[in-house]
């Protein structure tokens, strides 16, 4: 659901966005957006409440159960828990506070704070997910942009229903929430049946993401070759050059940020480890929300920096040669995926020391 709304919330903007500037004027929609804005950061206030509290510290207890082993395994598992701690419930009020949670700030300071999500380019994954999500967000914004003036112009001109392209990236991100929800989960367990010692690497998740890659990269393609060459009916192909671009952004909410903010072995069964693995064990999971906040910082750079020049590119140069190029850099991080699948796991040993130094 997560993945769904944040894929589709921008293309159901635009495709709303339309009909809002045609009738009232191209100002009227930062307006609406701006009262709908004010009302979420209302509603973040006053309904959703603070749940990132400093535990007290507890030992770590030792289980020994036959129930949840798998059916490869012959021997005990063993399995390290940390016993839960109970915490007091905050008031409505406190829940309003800024002051209530953890206290990292306070122990770190204001400026190591802000600096913490930079450190986390430091992880190959980090930079893999980040390029997906950045050029397919970047991909769709750029879309959204040209695609309406398109419509909007000869032999098509839809004008109030110019908006109407973002018809078939709906119809995308519908396709590919349907694609992630099906393939993800059951692709990770089935690694782990696969396994004589019942676990699945993080790696696993990843070949999930390689097909809705290739359909985006090839959506770049089809979108610009059909804006470069328009018909009366070519605007089929605009609709499904952008539906294929939305397909593969909802896989990387669903693998991505998943593989980025879960970097660890995702244990059924643990039975004897080495001290590589051990260190490994939950290594990036306490970076979830700098991990996070890089890849937004960066998804929101390429998409400003793709449609500042845009509409210019495709004006002098034609539509073709803009989205081919982005293509091409989409078909490279992409491929970013088969090294990062490969060897994910010595990576992640190899900088599992410099993450528990940052943690």
């Known amino acids: 659901m997560y993945s769904i709304f944040l894929a589709g919330g921008s293309i159901f903007g635009g495709l709303t966005g339309g009909y809002i500037g045609y009738e009232h004027g191209w100002t009227s929609v ?4 701006t009262a709908l804005s004010g009302f979420v950061f209302l509603g973040v206030l006053f309904f959703v409440p603070e749940t990132l509290y400093d535990r007290a510290p507890a030992d770590d207890a030792s289980l020994s159960s036959e129930d949840n082993k798998d059916p490869d ?3 005990v598992e063993t399995v390290q828990v940390q016993p839960q701690v109970a915490q007091e419930s905050f008031t409505f009020v406190q829940t309003l506070s800024i002051n209530v949670g953890r206290h990292e700030m306070a122990r770190e300071g204001l400026v190591q704070y802000f600096l913490n ?3 986390t380019l430091a992880l190959p994954g980090t930079w893999v997910i980040m390029l997906h999500y950045a050029g397919l967000v970047g991909g769709i914004v750029t ?7 398109l419509v909007a112009m000869p032999p098509y001109l839809w004008g109030a229903n110019a908006g109407l392209i973002n018809v078939g990236a709906i119809v995308g991100c519908l396709v590919g929430y349907v694609y992630t929800a099906i393939l993800v989960d059951r692709q990770l367990k089935n690694q782990a049946k696969k396994q004589h010692h019942g676990m699945a690497e993080a790696e696993d998740r ?4 390689f097909f809705p890659l290739v359909v985006a990269v090839a959506g770049f393609f089809v979108f610009g070759f059909c804006a470069q060459n328009p018909g009366p009916n070519r605007w089929v192909g605009l609709q499904f050059g952008y539906g294929m671009i939305a397909f593969g952004l909802t896989q990387v909410p669903s693998v991505g940020f998943n593989y980025v903010s879960r970097s660890r072995l995702a244990t059924f069964a643990v039975q004897t480890f080495t001290d590589s693995f051990s260190q490994l064990m939950d290594a990036y999971t306490h970076l979830a929300a700098d991990c996070f906040t890089m890849v937004t910082i960066l998804r929101a750079i390429i998409a400003f920096a793709w449609t500042f020049f845009v509409a210019k590119w495709v004006q002098d140069r034609g539509a073709a040669e803009a989205f081919g190029i982005f293509g091409m850099l989409m ?6 995926t088969v090294p990062l699948w490969m060897f994910g796991k010595r990576m992640r040993i190899a900088t599992a020391a ?6």
């Open 30 to 33: 930062f307006w609406v957006s």
């Open 331 to 336: 078909g490279i991080f992409g491929l970013l």
């Open 206 to 209: 990843l070949p999930t993401a």
């Open 117 to 119: 999500p930079w450190k």
């Open 354 to 359: 410099r993450v528990q130094r940052q943690g």
């Open 73 to 75: 395994t012959k021997e």
């Open 143 to 149: 879309v959204s942009l040209i695609g309406p003036q």
